[in-house]
Structure formats: structure tokens, C-alpha cells
């Protein structure tokens, strides 16, 4: 059905910056939201950025000022810029999308990719 691809995570070191991408493919009708969570060993899965279809963002309090999430390029990619990078930041990047796949799907489905990990050293 829905696939999601997430590329870019890596190692780099504290202070750098990574931009991560995911990339949704398969039977997309319409993709209401697109959004980026984390979660790092022992933690809770917590949510990092969101894009709505209409253009609304929303950032997770301990990400605010230094990252961003867009789109450009590729039609249903969303991208994850991350700056001035901690070891803080080091987790499991998730791409999720809610995404209807047909016109009688009005609410819509949650899909997740399988992860990129990012790992930031001091």
C-alpha cells in the first residue's frame, strides 16, 4: 500500500547539521499530514516536527529554532533539517504520515518507515 523511506541519518559531530528525508510512495490518494519522531534508547517515542497539508508546522519544544520541516523536490517528500546538533539529538528518526488512500478515505491512516538513526558525538 504505503510506504515510507527515510534517508540521511548519520554520525556527525555535535554543533553540525543533517538533513534527513523521507520519501512517501504507494496507492496515496492524499496525504493530510507528514511528521518526523524520535526516539532514543529507554525513551518515549516523541514527536519532532509535523506538516500539515495546509501548510502548518508545529515543533517539538526541545528542537524549536533549530530545525525545520519542509518540502520541496520530490512530490511527497518531506524533509527534516536539523542544526546545531547535541548528542541530545542522538535517536531513531521516524517519518509518519497520515494518508488517505482513496477519495472515501476522509480521515485517513497512520504510516511509519522503518527509521534512520542519527547519532550525534560530543
Known amino acids: 500500500q504505503v510506504q515510507l523511506l527515510e534517508s540521511g541519518g548519520g554520525l556527525v559531530q555535535a554543533g553540525g547539521s543533517l538533513r534527513l528525508s523521507c520519501l512517501a510512495s504507494g496507492s496515496i490518494f492524499r496525504i493530510n499530514a507528514m511528521a518526523w519522531f524520535r526516539q532514543a534508547p529507554g525513551e518515549h517515542r516523541e514527536l519532532v516536527a509535523s506538516l500539515t497539508g495546509g501548510g502548518s508546522t508545529n515543533y517539538g519544544d526541545s528542537v524549536k529554532g533549530r530545525f525545520l520541516i519542509h518540502r520541496a523536490g520530490t512530490k511527497n517528500t518531506v524533509y527534516l533539517q536539523m542544526n546545531n546538533l547535541s548528542p541530545e539529538d542522538t535517536a531513531v528518526y521516524y517519518c509518519?504520515?497520515?494518508?488517505?488512500?482513496?477519495?472515501?478515505?476522509?480521515?485517513?491512516?497512520?504510516?511509519w518507515g522503518q527509521g534512520t538513526q542519527v547519532t550525534v558525538s560530543s
Open positions: 509518519n504520515a497520515d494518508v488517505s488512500v482513496d477519495s472515501n478515505d476522509d480521515q485517513g491512516k497512520d504510516f
